[in-house]
Every structure is written in C-alpha cells, then in structure tokens.
C-alpha cells in the first residue's frame, strides 16, 4: 500500500468529513411522529461469508440453538448498516475508548441533557450509551435466516487462513485517525486468500464460511424516523446499483502509467475474513412499508401498502438521490472502496507483505506515505 510497493494491503481508508457533527432532538417512543414502517430485505454472499461461532481451532458459522442451522445475528447485520451510516452521516461511533479521532468518540454522540438533549443521526437512529445517558434506538433489525433451509453446513469447503490482530499504531498503515478502514472485495472470489509461506501453524485458522450464492432474508422494522434518518437508512441499505470510479496513477501504483476508470454497482463487506476476501455481500430490499401517519391506523385510516416492484424502485430512487449525487470527498472514496467491477485491476495483487516485510520496516523506518484511495 505505500507508494512505491507493488503490492496492495486487502483495505484502504476513507476520509471523514470536516464538517462539524450535527444534533437534532430525538424523537422518543412514546409518542408518535416521523415515519413507522418495515423493510424486507435479501441477502446474498458474493464471496465466502463467515459469521463465526467463536470456537477456537476450525472455526464454522454461527447456528442457532433450537435447529443448528446457519444464520446472521441482527447485530452483525445493524453493526454493518450503522457503520455505513456513520461514515456517511458524519456521526461518532458508539465505542469506548475507539481508536478514531476526538471529534467521533462516543461522547460527541450527544449533546446537552435534560430536555434540551441532543443526539448525531447515527445515534438517533440506532442507539446511544454512554454511562448514564441511554438512548433506545428506532431501528431493530431480525436476524437473518438461511432462505435454502435444505443446505447442509457441514459440506460447506474450509479454508486456511491466517490469524492475528491489525497494528493500529503501525504508521505505514495507520496514517491517522480521521479515516475509516474498508475492505477491497477480490470479486467472484470462490475461496479465501491463504496464509504466506513463513506463518506458523499455530497462527493460521481453518474457517467453513457459506460458499458464493448463499442467501438470508432478513427483515428492519423502523419508527418515527425522520425523512434525512429514513432516507440515510434506505440508502445505507441498497448504495447504489451503477457507478463510475476513476482511479489516478497514484492510486494504482508505480506501475501504473494512466488514470483507469472502472464502473460496477456498490456492495457490502460484511462479517470476518475480509482480508481474505470473503464478506463480500449484495443487500436487496423487496419490499417496503412507510407509514408517513402512523396514528391513522388509531383513527381508523387506511394503511398505505407494501411497495414492491416498480413502485418500490422509484421511491427508494426518490429517497437516496440526495446521497447518490454527493461528490464529497468522504462519498468518493466511500464509492471507490465499495465498487464491484470486475476490472478493477487493484484486486491482481492483494496481499499483506511478508513477515520479513514488518521486520525490514521497522529497522529502516521508511514513513513512505500511502497510495491515495482515488
């Protein structure tokens, strides 16, 4: 990833913005206001997908206790939406003692107390806690249920990885704290990336994620959402289904001798191995149910319906135009890490360096800056 290395590290950074953060009043549960509704939604594994137990040694997805089938807890699925919408909202993240930067810790998630309490959009949206000051959120995801129930997980191929935990204080990777880390997808990858030749066999891990083509459904149930925190929902959701990213010389690498534009639709990364490639997801919504009222149905009202089709592409296109035409440099480079484009030619050599690498590194302190994301 530094300039003048051929190699590419599986990840890249995105620039937060420099605005200051934005607060509104909360609307709390107990009175009725803003939007209500439900969202269905598909998903579907592009590339390995794990969502691991927790076991030490072969490491399989996470089942539920009553049948042992597959699924996708809710809070993996609300952490990777909300993450998202922190990135692109602008807001802090809802972790103590994180390694971001001062303005997005926890605390700058609120803002003065009593009634003239104030909240980011992440945190209205989701949740805020931070010591005493609790916030329940207006958005609840389910879990996500394997759709092909016939699947039987312990055929599922495993996979050799290596293990370990990301140097935050490493400079050469780490450049500073007011950027967000995501993943490259290494597209139609069937398999996961295996360890170097020099790892030792008690660094690597053997994973059984859910091969390519797997699907869960899932569904978001919303209330008293305002239009800027539904809208940032829905796009967080569906991102986008066609866009252009041009890459400089400087992003691509020394080799490199002109700009190269690739064009594919936004997806997902979502669970672990995203190093290796897996994680790489589409979310779909199918169908929608925005009750603008929600007291009309308590005066006898008629309920608006479920949209799907060709109403439901329109409204979602409606709701997500403002983000889709954003040209901040936060969107931009959100856009360039998320793109699915089967030219994309930063995924030909996607690897960590070697061991060796970090050592040689550390003697030399070479500082070199990082490729830019764009």
Excluded at 150 to 165: E, H, I
Excluded at 219 to 224: C, S
């Amino acid at each position: 990833m530094p300039k003048n290395e051929p190699f590419w590290n599986p990840y890249r950074w995105v620039q937060l913005s420099d605005s200051p953060i934005q607060y509104a009043a909360p609307h709390y549960h107990h009175r009725l206001s803003g939007s209500s509704g439900r969202i269905w939604c598909d998903l579907e594994a592009l590339t390995p997908l794990i969502i691991g137990d927790g076991r030490s040694g072969e490491v399989n997805f996470v089942r539920r206790a009553f049948d042992q089938m597959p699924y996708i807890p809710s809070t993996s699925l609300k952490g990777a939406i909300r993450s998202l919408a922190e990135l692109i909202g602008n807001a802090a993240v809802p972790i103590h003692r994180s390694k971001v930067d001062d303005q997005h810790q926890v605390q700058m998630g609120a803002r003065g107390s009593d009634s003239g309490w104030k909240l980011d959009i992440a945190a209205r949206m989701f949740g805020f806690l931070n010591r005493g000051d609790v916030f329940a959120g207006l958005v609840q995801f389910s879990d996500g249920s394997l759709t092909d129930r016939s699947q039987d997980w312990r055929l599922w191929p495993t996979f050799k990885v290596a293990g370990g935990q990301p140097d935050p204080d490493h400079r050469p990777f780490y450049p500073d704290r007011k950027r967000r880390k995501l993943y490259h997808h290494q597209v139609n990858a069937v398999g996961l990336t295996p360890p170097h030749a020099g790892i030792r066999e008690d660094q690597k891990r053997t994973i059984r994620p859910a091969p390519p083509g797997t699907r869960f459904t899932f569904q978001v149930d919303f209330a008293n959402l305002r239009d800027e925190e539904l809208n940032l929902l829905l796009y967080c959701l569906v991102l986008e289904e066609r866009v252009e990213v041009t890459l400089s010389k400087l992003a691509l690498g020394p080799s490199a001798t002109a700009p190269i534009t690739v064009t594919g639709p936004l997806r997902h990364k979502l669970g672990g191995c995203k190093p290796q490639g897996g994680g790489s997801v589409c979310f779909r919504v199918l169908k929608l149910l925005v009750r603008d009222d929600p007291t009309a149905r308590y005066r006898g009202g008629s309920d608006p319906g479920v949209m799907e089709g060709e109403p439901l592409r329109r409204e979602l296109e409606r709701r997500t135009e403002a983000l889709r035409t954003r040209r901040d440099d936060t969107m931009q480079q959100l856009r360039a890490m998320l793109i699915y484009a089967e030219n994309d030619p930063r995924v030909k050599n996607m690897n960590y360096p070697s061991y060796q690498w970090f050592q040689d590194d550390k003697v030399t302190g070479s500082g070199m800056p990082l490729k830019p994301t764009t």
